[in-house]
T-cell receptor
Framework: EAGVAQSPRYKIIEKRQSVAFWCNPI?????LYWYQQILGQGPKLLIQ????????DSQLPKDRFSAERLKGVDSTLKIQPAKLEDSAVYLC?????????????FGSGTQLSVL | RKEVEQDPGPFNVPEGATVAFNCTYS??????FFWYRQDCRKEPKLLMS???SGNEDGRFTAQLNRASQYISLLIRDSKLSDSATYLC?????????FGAGTTVTVRA
């Protein structure tokens, strides 16, 4: 079974530039999550999609971050403009139905460095 | 107070030793609990769910203490491959909160 695919693996940009990340969840998984993991911290949920609808985006800095999952399959996360504090690993995860206690499958993440 | 707090460690233990560590959570109404494992520079992977009655999976034992609001993980007969960061995850109102992790290093 193919896992959660993410690209790029690494990205280095200067502050105020824009960047986009892509995620393709496990086939058939209805729920997709974007997490931000800053070094030394646990993952923090940015946004959760159920099919192509947003379930939770309460911790997404909407002045600079945006995400979409137009056809209910793959998703993109964009940062515009980037700040130094956005340096982190951006993890995409998926789960089958999004029900409580369901196992999350994570991708390998995109490591972003903002200089 | 943070929703989920963990002792960051590191816990340095010899092979074959037993190591245990806790995670405290702030919301007494939290519904479910999990341990995820994260290897260095890798993605988190579910290790085990934590049930009210406690549960075992091979060398790993998880316990939940609702009265004191903590969960624990015990690893018996540690292997080199157990070296990782263990993330405590708590479900509050269908939102998962991750702790910062406890790092375990098993030495030969």
């Amino acid at each position: 079974e193919a896992g959660v695919a993410q690209s790029p693996r690494y990205k280095i940009i200067e502050k105020r530039q824009s960047v986009a990340f892509w995620c393709n969840p496990i086939s058939g998984h209805a729920t997709l999550y974007w997490y931000q993991q800053i070094l030394g911290q646990g993952p923090k949920l940015l946004i959760q999609f159920q099919n192509n609808g947003v379930v939770d985006d309460s911790q997404l800095p909407k002045d600079r971050f945006s995400a979409e999952r137009l056809k209910g399959v793959d998703s993109t996360l964009k940062i515009q403009p980037a700040k130094l504090e956005d340096s982190a690993v951006y993890l995409c995860a998926s789960s089958s139905t999004g029900t409580v206690g369901e196992k999350l499958f994570f991708g390998s993440g995109t490591q972003l460095s903002v200089l | 107070r943070k929703e989920v707090e963990q002792d960051p460690g590191p816990f340095n233990v010899p092979e074959g030793a037993t190591v245990a560590f806790n995670c405290t959570y702030s919301n007494s109404a939290s519904q479910s609990f999990f341990w995820y494992r994260q290897d260095c520079r890798k993605e988190p992977k579910l290790l085990m769910s934590v049930y009210s009655s406690g549960n075992e999976d091979g060398r790993f034992t998880a316990q939940l203490n609702r009265a004191s609001q903590y969960i624990s993980l015990l690893i018996r007969d540690s292997k080199l491959s157990d070296s990782a960061t263990y993330l405590c995850v708590v479900n509050n109102d269908y939102k998962l909160s991750f702790g910062a992790g406890t790092t375990v290093t098993v030495r030969a």
